[in-house]
């Protein structure tokens, strides 16, 4: 997703809105003012909520609030599945293939690969300067 289809609409939004109208119009009940947009198969709405004027001016402030939405942890669930499949059939005396069916709507390569065999983590030593896995 580029970001300019974003950005770009979204900094011309806000530079067309006045704090002082918005804050006003807030304070007597009014709605505030939100910009759809639509891309790369993504629907966001961005909502702009007045600074109050006393800390207007010191540095740039986004807040994201996400309403239904949160992290996602496929490799979790996807690892007690392998998990409780494998026990199903007790101690087999040869090698065994475990089909699982993988229903998350983001599940990657790299989340099978992870939940098969653990994550990965990097250390790095600066006073060797070298990576370490």
Not at 61 to 87: F, H, M, Y
Request: charged fraction near 25%; hydrophobic fraction near 40%; include cysteine.
């Amino acid at each position: 997703m580029p970001r300019r289809e974003v950005i770009a609409p979204l900094r011309d939004w806000l530079a067309d809105l006045d704090a002082d109208v918005e804050e006003t119009r807030l304070a007597h009940g009014g709605d505030v003012s939100l910009l759809p947009l639509s891309f790369s198969g993504w629907d966001l709405e961005f909502a702009a909520w007045p600074i109050p004027g006393e800390h207007r001016g010191r540095g740039r402030i986004l807040t994201i609030v996400s309403e239904g939405g949160g992290s996602l942890n496929d490799v979790a669930p996807l690892r007690r599945k392998i998990r409780n499949k494998a026990q199903h059939y007790g101690q087999l005396e040869y090698p065994f293939v475990i089909a699982v069916l993988c229903g998350g709507t983001f599940v990657y390569d790299d989340d099978i690969g992870r939940a098969l065999l653990g994550t990965s983590a990097y250390h790095y030593d600066s006073a060797a300067d070298q990576v370490r896995g």
